[in-house]
């Protein structure tokens, strides 16, 4: 990463940006992370990104540790082997066609190229679900009352401070949380719409329902019945009570 940061800020420098460069590495396992795709842990991942971002796949090769004359200074060689190396011109190589160039004989150690592999990990959790609110309350007008002032809470936090509801509970207020209690009952006993407890009854949504019309529209579902469509059969009114 030092060496393609270096690179580029010479070539910057020098105005030499189109200038293609070669980049050697005695690492197999660094090689593999630059050329191929991850996922990789956030350590090496952010590396590699920087990398790709300053050079291509293409301008990257290896190099034995053994003929990588950039180690010679870590070696311990003495100053005079030093100055007479080719640690200054590079190794010999270098001046010969790309096709004499060392190529990687060896697949990587993929132990250790896995080993900085993102991770996944999946968890099973056992949920308990909480208990509706509305199972703690055996008074159904208390339940009633107390979901309208939920409601009005809520309602008037989207308000101005003048234009809030005050005072006692409106019937209309009284009506929209039976209609909301009633959507949370039906949303629990029927999780969706294609529920077989439903094939046999004709249910519809209130939105669907034409005879609905002006009414708030809670998203509830209701059966069709003889007092929904508002007509009743003159067998139904003429037959005779069973005794």
Known sequence: MIGVRLATSIKKDLHMEDV????????????YWVKKEGPWAIFVANRVEEIRTLSSNENWSYVPGILNTADLPSQGCSVRTFIEESWWEGPSWFIKKEEEWPKLEHIPNMEVVNSEKKKTILTAVSVQSKEKYYYRYS???KLVRITAWITRFITNMKKLKYHRTTGNLTTEEIKRAERILLKQVQKDAFSNETDKRLNSLQVIKD?????????????????????????????????????
């Open 139 to 141: 008074s159904y007008v």
């Open 20 to 31: 293609s460069s070669v980049f050697w590495t005695d690492s197999m396992d660094v090689l």
């Open 207 to 243: 939105s669907d329902d034409p005879g609905t019309e002006g009414r708030p529209k809670e998203g509830n579902t209701s059966c069709q019945s003889y007092s929904n469509d508002g007509a009743v059969p003159e067998r139904r009114t003429n037959e005779p009570t069973p005794t």
